[in-house]
C-alpha cells in the first residue's frame, strides 16, 4: 500500500502540523548564521572568508545528509527523521552558544546541516505525497514555506528586540527548547507507511537523476539554494560593512527579508491554486534579479530596506513551487526525487555562498551580493527549458 493511500486514512491535518514545526526548525537553521554572524565573527576573530568556510561547511553536512536520505525514506517512511533531526538541531544551537574556538564552532554547524538536511528533506516530501493535485501540492509547499518563515524570523527578531535582555547565548538555548517541540509531536502521531518498502536500488536512482526534466530542476535549485544562502548569510554584512548599519539594525531588516518571504508564501498558498506554477517561477526570478540590483546600488540604508523586502517576496515562490512541479510528476519515488533536487541544491549553497565570500573578502560586499543576479537570470532560463520539457511529456501523453 503506498504512502499517499495511508496518509489519507490518518488524518493528513495532524502530520501537516508535524512537517510544520518542523520546517520551523528548519528555518532557524537556514537563518542562523547569517543573523549571528557579525557577533560571533567579533567574538571568535574570523573573517568573511572563513564565514564562507562556515556555509561550505554547513552546505556539506546538509548535501550528505540529503543523498543519503532520499532513498532511506522511500524504504523506511519519515517518523526516524523527524524525531532524530530535531535532536542534533537543539544539540547544534546550544554548542553554538558555548563554543571559544572556530574549529569547535564548525563542529557545531555540521551538526546543525546534518539536523536542519533531514528535517527539510522530510517535511518537504510528507507535504507532496499528501497532496495529490499539481496546484494543491504547490499551495500547500508554499504554505509549508510560511512556517519556514517563521523560524527564520525568529532568530534575528528576537536578536534584534532581545539581545541586550538576554544575551546571545540565552536566545539560543530558547531557539534550542523550540525545536525540540517536533520530537514530541512526532511521537503522537501515526505516519505514512513508506512507499518503496523493498528499497530503492541505485539504478533507480540513476535512472532518476537522468531525467531531462529532473536535471533541470535541479540545475535551477542549484542557483537558487546558492540564492538563499548568499542573500540570508551576506544581507547583514553587506549593510553592516558598506551603508554603516548597525548591528540591531541589520537584524531587524534581515527579520524584514524573512517576514516578507512569510507573507508572499501566505498569500502564494492561496494564489497557486489558480496561477500556473511555470508562471510564477518566471515572474519571481525576474524579480529577485531586480531587487538584488536595487539592493547593491542603494545610495541610502532606506532603499536597502525596501529592496530587502522586493526582495523577500519575489524569493518566495521559487523553491517549493520547483518541488511542486517536479513532485507531481514523480510522485512513486517522491523521497528520491527530492533528494536528488535537494541534494543538487546543497551543491549550489555549498560552492555560491563560498564563491561570494571569496569575492567580498578580496573586492566588496557589494560584488559579492552582484552574483545573486546572475544566479536568478539562470533560474528564468531554466524554468524556460523546464518548462518546455513539461509541455512535450503532457502531449505525449
Same mark, same amino acid.
Given at each position: 500500500?503506498?504512502?499517499?493511500?495511508?496518509?489519507?486514512?490518518?488524518?493528513?491535518?495532524?502530520?501537516s502540523?508535524?512537517?510544520?514545526?518542523?520546517?520551523f526548525t528548519? +528555518?532557524?537553521?537556514?537563518?542562523?548564521?547569517?543573523? /549571528?554572524?557579525?557577533?560571533i565573527?567579533?567574538?571568535?576573530?574570523?573573517?568573511?572568508?572563513?564565514?564562507?568556510?562556515?556555509?561550505?561547511?554547513?552546505?556539506?553536512?546538509?548535501?550528505?545528509?540529503?543523498?543519503?536520505? +532520499?532513498?532511506?525514506?522511500?524504504?523506511?517512511?519519515m517518523?526516524?527523521?523527524?524525531?532524530?533531526?530535531?535532536?542534533?538541531?537543539?544539540?547544534?544551537?546550544?554548542? /553554538?552558544?558555548?563554543?571559544a574556538?572556530?574549529?569547535?564552532?564548525?563542529?557545531?554547524?555540521?551538526?546543525?546541516?546534518?539536523?536542519?538536511?533531514?528535517?527539510?528533506?522530510?517535511t518537504?516530501?510528507?507535504?507532496?505525497?499528501?497532496?495529490?493535485?499539481?496546484?494543491?501540492? +504547490?499551495?500547500?509547499l508554499?504554505?509549508?514555506?510560511?512556517?519556514?518563515?517563521?523560524?527564520a524570523?525568529?532568530?534575528?527578531?528576537?536578536?534584534?528586540?532581545?539581545?541586550?535582555?538576554?544575551?546571545?547565548?540565552? /536566545?539560543?538555548?530558547?531557539?534550542?527548547?523550540?525545536?525540540?517541540?517536533?520530537?514530541?509531536?512526532?511521537?503522537?502521531?501515526?505516519?505514512?507507511?513508506?512507499?518503496?518498502?523493498?528499497?530503492?536500488?541505485?539504478?533507480?536512482?540513476?535512472?532518476?537523476?537522468?531525467?531531462?526534466?529532473?536535471?533541470?530542476?535541479?540545475?535551477?535549485?542549484?542557483?537558487?539554494?546558492?540564492?538563499?544562502?548568499?542573500?540570508?548569510?551576506?544581507?547583514?554584512?553587506?549593510?553592516?560593512r558598506?551603508?554603516?548599519?548597525?548591528?540591531?539594525?541589520?537584524?531587524?531588516?534581515?527579520a524584514?527579508?524573512?517576514?516578507?518571504?512569510?507573507?508572499?508564501?501566505?498569500?502564494?498558498?492561496?494564489?497557486?491554486?489558480?496561477?500556473?506554477?511555470?508562471?510564477?517561477?518566471?515572474?519571481?526570478?525576474?524579480?529577485?534579479?531586480?531587487?538584488?540590483?536595487?539592493?547593491?546600488?542603494?545610495?541610502?540604508?532606506?532603499?536597502?530596506?525596501?529592496?530587502t523586502?522586493?526582495?523577500?517576496?519575489?524569493?518566495?515562490?521559487?523553491?517549493?513551487?520547483?518541488?511542486?512541479?517536479?513532485?507531481?510528476?514523480?510522485?512513486?519515488?517522491?523521497?528520491?526525487?527530492?533528494?536528488?533536487? /535537494?541534494?543538487?541544491?546543497?551543491?549550489?549553497?555549498?560552492?555560491?555562498?563560498?564563491?561570494?565570500?571569496?569575492?567580498?573578502?578580496?573586492?566588496?560586499?557589494?560584488?559579492?551580493?552582484?552574483?545573486?543576479?546572475?544566479?536568478?537570470?539562470?533560474?528564468?532560463?531554466?524554468?524556460?527549458?523546464?518548462?518546455?520539457?513539461?509541455?512535450?511529456?503532457?502531449?505525449?501523453?
Amino acid at each position: 500500500m503506498n504512502r499517499i493511500s495511508t496518509a489519507a486514512r490518518i488524518r493528513p491535518g495532524w502530520l501537516s502540523i508535524a512537517a510544520y514545526t518542523g520546517m520551523f526548525t528548519f +528555518g532557524i537553521v537556514m537563518a542562523l548564521l547569517g543573523a /549571528i554572524l557579525p557577533l560571533i565573527s567579533q567574538r571568535l576573530h574570523f573573517g568573511l572568508a572563513q564565514a564562507g568556510n562556515l556555509f561550505f561547511a554547513l552546505n556539506l553536512a546538509m548535501l550528505i545528509t540529503t543523498l543519503a536520505l +532520499g532513498p532511506l525514506l522511500d524504504r523506511f517512511g519519515m517518523r526516524p527523521a523527524f524525531i532524530v533531526a530535531p535532536v542534533f538541531v537543539a544539540g547544534a544551537v546550544c554548542l /553554538i552558544g558555548r563554543v571559544a574556538t572556530f574549529g569547535g564552532l564548525t563542529l557545531a554547524v555540521v551538526l546543525l546541516g546534518i539536523g536542519g538536511a533531514a528535517l527539510n528533506q522530510a517535511t518537504n516530501t510528507l507535504i507532496a505525497d499528501l497532496n495529490r493535485d499539481e496546484r494543491k501540492k +504547490g499551495a500547500a509547499l508554499n504554505l509549508l514555506g510560511v512556517f519556514f518563515g517563521f523560524g527564520a524570523l525568529f532568530i534575528p527578531f528576537t536578536i534584534g528586540a532581545l539581545l541586550d535582555v538576554l544575551g546571545l547565548k540565552d /536566545i539560543l538555548y530558547v531557539a534550542a527548547a523550540l525545536t525540540l517541540v517536533t520530537v514530541a509531536l512526532s511521537f503522537r502521531f501515526s505516519f505514512p507507511r513508506a512507499q518503496q518498502g523493498g528499497g530503492v536500488p541505485f539504478a533507480e536512482v540513476v535512472r532518476l537523476a537522468r531525467q531531462p526534466l529532473v536535471m533541470a530542476f535541479a540545475i535551477l535549485l542549484f542557483f537558487e539554494s546558492g540564492n538563499e544562502f548568499i542573500l540570508g548569510g551576506y544581507i547583514t554584512s553587506y549593510l553592516t560593512r558598506t551603508l554603516g548599519a548597525t548591528v540591531a539594525t541589520a537584524s531587524y531588516l534581515l527579520a524584514a527579508y524573512w517576514g516578507a518571504l512569510m507573507l508572499a508564501r501566505i498569500i502564494l498558498s492561496r494564489i497557486s491554486l489558480r496561477i500556473g506554477g511555470q508562471t510564477l517561477m518566471l515572474a519571481s526570478a525576474l524579480g529577485v534579479a531586480a531587487s538584488v540590483a536595487l539592493l547593491i546600488l542603494a545610495p541610502s540604508l532606506l532603499v536597502a530596506a525596501i529592496a530587502t523586502i522586493l526582495l523577500g517576496l519575489s524569493i518566495a515562490a521559487i523553491f517549493p513551487t520547483a518541488l511542486a512541479l517536479a513532485g507531481s510528476r514523480y510522485a512513486s519515488h517522491s523521497g528520491t526525487v527530492f533528494g536528488i533536487l /535537494i541534494g543538487v541544491a546543497l551543491f549550489g549553497g555549498i560552492t555560491l555562498p563560498l564563491l561570494a565570500g571569496r569575492i567580498a573578502e578580496s573586492r566588496s560586499v557589494r560584488l559579492g551580493l552582484s552574483l545573486a543576479i546572475m544566479d536568478a537570470l539562470a533560474i528564468f532560463a531554466l524554468q524556460l527549458i523546464a518548462g518546455r520539457i513539461m509541455r512535450t511529456q503532457d502531449h505525449v501523453q
